[in-house]
């Protein structure tokens, strides 16, 4: 068995594949496991209702598939964020939030990954701050209730768009259930607009970094970039935060209609292995193709 972990992100296969059928192309691709989507679309949010009876069923197709979700990406918040000055969608917000730790806590999923954004289609102000703080403390609150971490992604906009200011948060409410899940994307494009380095930024997180997200991005560009089609560093980057103590990795593409996507999955799965095998020193038993 390696010594880390690599996922696949959901939504690198077609839409119109049911969750059981993307567990069997996960596993076929030779990916460990799926990181779920909870998006703000209401297909995806309406995940947040399920029952016993889709609980039943996800966790059965797992067994089978031997594939299982360990995190979720709760882009949901982008829709409903924490600190947004409207109270009923703060109510939202939070819900989401509780809806999501306890649907994690019954399928087993161990990380839930919530974007850094106080707003997101609202301006960011003293006031959205300040209410983003006060609903994060809640949102600690619940996940430590359940025994799930939440973890910043690092995003494109100056409120968390590094690693440095996520720690921040997770310095100012301190908990083993909130930690930081770094975009090795859009931590490149926050380095070459402040002048930083990537190493030194993932540093920043210490003791703090739940997962890594392999993606791909340009200068102001920050998704659908096709690996090696952009300029991140992924070896420094896997190796870094392997010195770091990371040992979860997920593979964030998108699907996209033109190519043969199930041997994309492999292909990328080529590529980030050997980056990572490469990070972990080599000392793995056993290898996918």
Known sequence: MKPYQLGLYEKSMPGNLSIPEKLVETAAAGYDYLELSIDETDEKLSRLAWGQEEINALNLAMETSGVFIKSFCLSAQRRFPLGDPD?????????????????????????IQIPGYDVYYKPSTEETKNLFAENLETSVGIAAREGIVIAFETMETPFIDTVEKAARWVCRFPSPYLQIYPDTGNITNAALEYGTKIQDDLEKGTGHLAA??????????????????????FAEAAQSAWNLGVRLYVAEFWYSAAGPWQEILRKNNRFLREILDTAAGGKQDGHHS
Do not use: C, F, M, N
């Not at 890594?212 to 560093?233: A, C, I, T």
């Open 212 to 233: 890594l997200h392999l993606k791909e991005s340009k200068p102001g560009v920050y998704r659908e970039v096709p690996y090696k089609e952009g300029h991140v560093d």
């Open 87 to 111: 109270p009923e969608t703060r109510k939202r917000s939070l819900s989401v939030i509780e809806q999501a730790v306890v649907l994690a806590s019954r399928l087993g999923v161990r990380i």
